[in-house]
C-alpha cells in the first residue's frame, strides 16, 4: 500500500494550492487569462466608466462575484460530499500528491482566490479611484466570470470518470 502524500511538510495551503495547480507557468498557459487581458486592454471604457465619482464595474463586481464564490465554495464541497467508494479511489490515484482529486481542489482554490482578489480590489477601487487599479479590478473581474467556464469543464470530466467508475462497478 502506497503512503499518501497529502502535503510538502511546511507548505501551507496557498504554497500546496498553487504548487499542485501548477504555478504561474499554469496561468500563462490558460486561454482564459489571455482573453481577460485582451478584453481588459481592447475595452477600456468598461473600467474608465464612471456613474457620477463611481466607477461601474466596482458596481457590477461586486454584485456579482459573490455569488459566483458561493458557486465555486459550494462545488468543492459538493465534490468532497460525494466522492466515496471507488470512485473516490480513482480520483485519488492512490493518494499521489498531484492526483486528479487535489488538481481539480487546487482549480476551484483558483477560482475562488480569483474571485475574491475581484472583489478585494473592488471594494479598495471605490475608495482609491484610480485607472491602473480599475483595469486590474476588470482583469480579475473578467478572469473569475471565465473561471466559471474552467471549473464546470473540471466538473463534466469529473462526471466523465464517475460515470466509467459506476459502470465497472457493475455485474
Given at each position: 500500500m502506497t503512503k499518501p502524500s497529502a502535503s510538502v511538510p511546511g507548505e501551507n495551503a496557498f504554497q500546496g494550492y498553487w504548487r499542485v495547480?501548477?504555478?504561474?507557468w499554469q496561468i500563462l498557459r490558460s486561454t482564459y487569462f489571455w482573453i481577460s487581458g485582451i478584453l481588459t486592454l481592447?475595452?477600456?471604457k468598461v473600467w474608465q466608466t464612471k456613474d457620477g465619482s463611481e466607477r461601474v464595474w466596482?458596481?457590477?463586481t461586486l454584485d456579482v462575484t459573490p455569488s459566483l464564490l458561493?458557486?465555486?465554495?459550494g462545488g468543492m464541497a459538493i465534490m468532497l460530499a460525494f466522492s466515496s467508494g471507488k470512485f473516490l479511489e480513482a480520483i485519488r490515484q492512490k493518494g499521489k500528491d498531484n492526483s486528479y482529486l487535489r488538481k481539480i481542489m487546487a482549480s476551484f482554490f483558483h477560482f475562488c482566490v480569483v474571485l475574491t482578489a475581484s472583489i478585494l480590489t473592488a471594494y479598495i477601487s471605490r475608495f482609491y479611484d484610480n485607472d491602473y487599479l480599475s483595469a486590474v479590478g476588470v482583469f480579475l473581474s473578467y478572469y473569475g466570470i471565465l473561471l466559471v467556464l474552467a471549473t464546470a469543464s473540471r466538473i463534466w470530466h469529473t462526471a466523465r470518470i464517475?460515470?466509467?467508475v459506476s459502470d465497472a462497478e457493475k455485474p
Amino acid at each position: 500500500m502506497t503512503k499518501p502524500s497529502a502535503s510538502v511538510p511546511g507548505e501551507n495551503a496557498f504554497q500546496g494550492y498553487w504548487r499542485v495547480f501548477g504555478g504561474t507557468w499554469q496561468i500563462l498557459r490558460s486561454t482564459y487569462f489571455w482573453i481577460s487581458g485582451i478584453l481588459t486592454l481592447t475595452l477600456p471604457k468598461v473600467w474608465q466608466t464612471k456613474d457620477g465619482s463611481e466607477r461601474v464595474w466596482t458596481g457590477i463586481t461586486l454584485d456579482v462575484t459573490p455569488s459566483l464564490l458561493g458557486f465555486a465554495l459550494g462545488g468543492m464541497a459538493i465534490m468532497l460530499a460525494f466522492s466515496s467508494g471507488k470512485f473516490l479511489e480513482a480520483i485519488r490515484q492512490k493518494g499521489k500528491d498531484n492526483s486528479y482529486l487535489r488538481k481539480i481542489m487546487a482549480s476551484f482554490f483558483h477560482f475562488c482566490v480569483v474571485l475574491t482578489a475581484s472583489i478585494l480590489t473592488a471594494y479598495i477601487s471605490r475608495f482609491y479611484d484610480n485607472d491602473y487599479l480599475s483595469a486590474v479590478g476588470v482583469f480579475l473581474s473578467y478572469y473569475g466570470i471565465l473561471l466559471v467556464l474552467a471549473t464546470a469543464s473540471r466538473i463534466w470530466h469529473t462526471a466523465r470518470i464517475f460515470n466509467a467508475v459506476s459502470d465497472a462497478e457493475k455485474p
